[in-house]
Structure formats: structure tokens, C-alpha cells
């Protein structure tokens, strides 16, 4: 295309937002977003049927028509119906569209009755840049899943802390499928059972043979109950002390990273030491953590050495390998929850359904 012909398509595309802002106002959220006492009960969003519509949006990075074409085929495979956002092959920098129009699809899509789940295509980054646009009354009042994982953890802690949904820290929807991960994850999203014991994958525990962050390694063992709370890592840390922090206090914290050298590990977990404190924390569940050792020819810390800075002075619960991050074989978690962590079992059971 040249440039007077990506100026013309810039153009239409200012255009076609203008009418669609103008008949929507889209950034709601220019007020501040009402508080919600951590006592407000938690609400679930309805179960995922088969033939139910999913919703596909590009709420972080953007995406492009093999990807979307790999999600549409992989939603279909699970038995369910794809609309696509509005925005969904908007491009803006390296984000899926401006701020307005990935709001526009996350609002379009939790307003829109006959979607039930609302799926993010990808993580990538931008998703922080939404959070105080958010009409978090509109999402509690119109409660549906929300799945992803990494970038989409910024939405993860910001509805659960202004809006109390429960959403889903699992694959996105251009994840590879995987047995495991597919078993898992229609469990949580469609079978609402009063227990749900998830244990580790035997996939991942074959690849430790060759890759040593594979395998589950337990910092202080036993058993502890709480929400489960997390994310991210990167996200994690960025939103401490903001409107949209999480609260781990007594809570089972989840982290997952992947990319990163150990020193910004090291960063991350002392901010979120230092911001509540992570011996408050009913335990530590570490993910897989991909490509964050050291990187280079200069001194540094392992992973496992960063990591244990931090979860050896603990005495609650505190492991590293477990089955979820940037991984083909991942389970999905209920933020909210409650679930209890079983070390010697190498288990997560949800003490309560997910979905209603």
C-alpha cells in the first residue's frame, strides 16, 4: 500500500471511529471508577454452553489475520460460535488500536447479549492504558468471562478490584491447543463444580527432563487456602500502589513471567514485597517461567537464586514449575476463588465453582 492510500485508509479509520465515539461515548470512565469495599461479594458470570458466542478482541497488542484465523478455528474446535470486535485488526504503534477503540470492543462486548465470553486474542502490552476508561459498572452489571493471561492480567486486577467479577488467568485464544490446557479450561468456564482438583501437567513434567524450568520445585512445602490473586509478574508489580493494585493479603499469589533476566525478577518482587509484603500472602504458586535466565556474558543470579531471595525467608507455602504462564500446557484460574494449595500433592483444588 502507498502512502496516499495508507493515508486515505488512516483517514476512513479516524472517520469511522468519530461516528461510532460520537454514538457511544466510549470513555466512559473519565470519572473516576467507583471503589468497591473488599468485602463486596464476588459475582460469576454465567457458564459457558456449547454453541455459546465468544466474543474475540485485541484489548493489548495488535494482531493479524493468521492469528485470527488461528483463533477462529480453535474457538470453533471447543464447540462454540466467534464474533469478532468491531476493532479487531486495528493497529496503533505495537497496541490493537487506539485506547478508545479497544475500549469501545471490551464495552460492545460485555454489552452485547448474545455474547457470553469475551476471549482476548493475545496479551502483547496496552492493556494498562485502559484501566481507568473502564465502566466497571457495566461489567458487573453485565457479568461475563474474561479469559487471557500475561498483558491481560492489567484487566484481571483492575475488574476484580472495581467491578468484583470473577475472570480467568488461562491460554488466549491464539494459544496452541493442548489437551491438558483444553480439559482444564472447560472445566473451570462450563462445569460448575462444587470442587475441582487440578494437577500439574505430565507434558510439562517430561520437558524438565531437558528444561530444568519445567519442573516443580517446592521452597517450603504444605497446604494453604485463600483466593487465588495474581498474574503477571511485570503487571503485577506496575499496578502496586495504584486504584487497581492487587491484594494479596491471604491469598494464594500466582506469578508468571516470561523474557525477562533475573535482575528485573529480583525488581518486580521487591517492589511487591515492599508494597504489602509477601510474607502476608497465604502462599507463593511461581508458573513457568520461559527464557528469564540470564542473558549474556556478565555475572548474574539464576532464576532459582532470584526467586529464592524472596520465597526462602517465607514460612507459608511457596513453589516454582507449576503448570501455567507462557506455555502450551497451562490451567486456567478463577480470580477470586477460593482454592487451596496442596505442595506434596503437587495439586490446585478450587473450593467452589467458578461459573454460575
Known amino acids: 500500500m502507498d502512502r496516499t492510500r495508507m493515508a486515505i485508509a488512516h483517514l476512513m479509520s479516524r472517520r469511522r471511529f468519530g461516528a461510532l465515539l460520537a454514538s457511544?461515548?466510549?470513555?466512559?470512565?473519565?470519572?473516576?471508577?467507583?471503589?468497591r469495599s473488599s468485602m463486596t461479594p464476588l459475582i460469576k458470570p454465567p457458564r459457558l454452553r456449547k454453541g455459546d458466542v465468544i466474543g474475540l478482541v485485541a484489548p493489548g497488542g495488535y494482531t493479524s489475520d493468521a492469528s485470527i484465523d488461528?483463533?477462529?478455528?480453535?474457538?470453533?474446535s471447543l464447540g462454540f460460535?466467534?464474533?469478532q470486535g468491531a476493532w479487531l485488526r486495528?493497529?496503533?504503534?505495537?497496541?490493537?488500536?487506539?485506547?478508545?477503540?479497544?475500549?469501545?470492543?471490551?464495552?460492545?462486548?460485555?454489552r452485547d447479549p448474545e455474547v457470553k465470553a469475551i476471549w482476548a486474542i493475545r496479551g502483547g502490552s496496552g492493556c494498562i492504558s485502559l484501566l481507568k476508561h473502564l465502566d466497571y459498572r457495566l461489567i458487573r452489571s453485565h457479568p461475563k468471562i474474561l479469559l487471557g493471561y500475561s498483558d491481560i492480567t492489567a484487566l484481571h486486577l483492575a475488574i476484580a478490584r472495581h467491578a468484583g467479577l470473577v475472570t480467568f488467568h488461562g491460554p488466549v485464544a491464539t494459544s496452541t491447543p493442548s489437551p491438558y490446557s483444553d480439559e482444564h479450561m472447560l472445566a473451570v468456564l462450563t462445569d460448575p463444580r462444587p470442587r475441582y482438583t487440578i494437577p500439574m501437567a505430565p507434558e510439562n513434567a517430561q520437558r524438565a527432563l531437558q528444561e530444568p524450568q519445567y519442573a516443580v520445585r517446592t521452597v517450603h512445602g504444605g497446604v494453604a487456602t485463600g483466593p487465588l490473586v495474581g498474574g503477571n509478574l511485570s503487571l503485577i508489580s506496575a499496578l502496586a500502589g495504584t486504584p487497581y493494585a492487587?491484594?494479596?493479603?491471604?491469598?494464594?499469589?500466582?506469578?508468571?513471567?516470561?523474557?525477562?533476566?533475573?535482575?528485573?525478577?529480583?525488581?518486580?518482587?521487591?517492589?511487591?514485597?515492599?508494597?504489602?509484603?509477601?510474607?502476608r500472602a497465604?502462599?507463593?504458586m511461581i508458573g513457568i517461567c520461559e527464557n528469564c535466565g540470564p542473558q549474556g556474558d556478565g555475572p548474574s543470579l539464576t532464576l532459582d537464586e532470584t526467586l529464592d531471595v524472596h520465597l526462602q525467608p517465607l514460612r507459608v507455602p511457596a513453589v516454582t514449575g507449576y503448570s501455567f504462564g507462557h506455555i502450551r500446557n497451562?490451567?486456567?484460574m478463577p480470580l477470586g476463588v477460593r482454592a487451596t494449595l496442596d505442595t506434596g500433592a503437587q495439586t490446585l483444588t478450587l473450593l467452589e465453582p467458578a461459573v454460575s
Open 81 to 83: 460460535r466467534v464474533k
Open 24 to 35: 457511544s461515548l466510549a470513555l466512559p470512565a473519565l470519572a473516576a471508577p467507583s471503589s
Open 70 to 76: 488461528k483463533a477462529v478455528r480453535h474457538i470453533e
Open 330 to 332: 497451562q490451567f486456567t
Open 246 to 279: 492487587a491484594d494479596y493479603r491471604g491469598a494464594i499469589l500466582f506469578i508468571e513471567e516470561v523474557n525477562e533476566e533475573p535482575y528485573r525478577i529480583d525488581r518486580w518482587m521487591t517492589q511487591l514485597d515492599l508494597a504489602l509484603g509477601l510474607e
Open 90 to 110: 486495528e493497529v496503533w504503534g505495537n497496541y490493537g488500536g487506539t485506547v478508545a477503540t479497544r475500549i469501545a470492543d471490551l464495552h460492545a462486548m460485555f
Open 282 to 284: 497465604a502462599a507463593l
